[in-house]
């Protein structure tokens, strides 16, 4: 799902139509959109993490910098073997000096920032499952703050769908998100 599909989902639970079918403009939940979404996916990817890939050839210098999304390192192999030759110390991978090997980096990835820019192409990183809540979660915040429309209908909604995702199972691979790639 695209950022611009989840908003337009929001706006159709909000009942953002006019009489004539047409979405009426709110500046006011426009402007929020994208931090409520920003939000939304990095709650899900804690709930049901992204798990990603990555393929890294050691420089021979003791230390390499792991992917810049990586937040844990859930494995590392060599050889297609799982290896615990290695360590993981504030972003980077220590080897011993010379060492150019090949490795296999499994990792748990934080998801790429949603800023006001990021345009309504962008696709989701989390599962498909999981971003079909995300528009519950939005709906919820942009409600928040309504003296007369309850929230809670929506965000209860929201912690349904997300307590229905299948969780990563850390040791043995992901479970409902893209493994490899991006």
Same mark, same amino acid.
């Given at each position: 799902?695209?950022?611009?599909?989840?908003?337009?989902?929001?706006?159709?639970?909000?009942? =953002?139509?006019?009489? @004539?079918?047409? *979405?009426?403009?709110?500046? !006011?939940?426009? /402007?929020?959109?994208? %931090?409520?979404?920003? #939000?939304?996916?990095?709650?899900?990817?804690?709930?049901?993490?992204?798990?990603?890939?990555?393929?890294?050839?050691?420089?021979?210098?003791?230390?390499?910098?792991?992917?810049?999304?990586?937040?844990?390192?859930?494995?590392?192999?060599?050889?297609?073997?799982?290896?615990?030759?290695? =360590?993981?110390?504030? @972003?980077?991978? *220590?080897?011993?000096?010379? !060492?150019?090997? /090949?490795?296999?980096? %499994?990792?748990?990835? #934080?998801?790429?920032?949603?800023?006001?820019?990021?345009?309504?192409?962008?696709?989701?990183?989390?599962?498909?499952?999981?971003?079909?809540?995300?528009?519950?979660?939005?709906?919820?915040?942009?409600?928040?703050?309504?003296?007369?429309?309850?929230?809670?209908?929506?965000?209860?909604?929201?912690?349904?769908?997300?307590?229905? *995702?299948?969780?990563?199972?850390?040791?043995?691979?992901?479970?409902?998100?893209?493994?490899?790639?991006?």
């Amino acid at each position: 799902m695209t950022l611009g599909e989840a908003k337009r989902r929001v706006l159709m639970l909000l009942d =953002e139509y006019s009489t @004539g079918g047409e *979405l009426t403009a709110d500046a !006011d939940i426009d /402007a929020k959109m994208n %931090d409520f979404f920003d #939000a939304a996916q990095r709650d899900v990817a804690a709930w049901q993490p992204i798990v990603r890939r990555a393929s890294v050839t050691l420089d021979g210098t003791g230390s390499l910098a792991l992917p810049s999304d990586a937040s844990r390192v859930l494995r590392v192999c060599r050889d297609g073997a799982r290896t615990s030759a290695y =360590e993981v110390v504030d @972003g980077k991978l *220590l080897s011993n000096a010379g !060492d150019t090997s /090949a490795l296999t980096l %499994d990792y748990i990835a #934080a998801p790429e920032a949603i800023t006001p820019e990021t345009a309504d192409d962008y696709a989701f990183e989390v599962s498909a499952e999981a971003a079909n809540c995300l528009p519950f979660f939005v709906a919820a915040q942009q409600l928040v703050a309504d003296l007369v429309v309850d929230y809670g209908a929506f965000y209860n909604l929201y912690l349904q769908m997300r307590a229905a *995702l299948p969780r990563s199972t850390m040791s043995g691979g992901a479970v409902g998100q893209r493994l490899y790639g991006r």
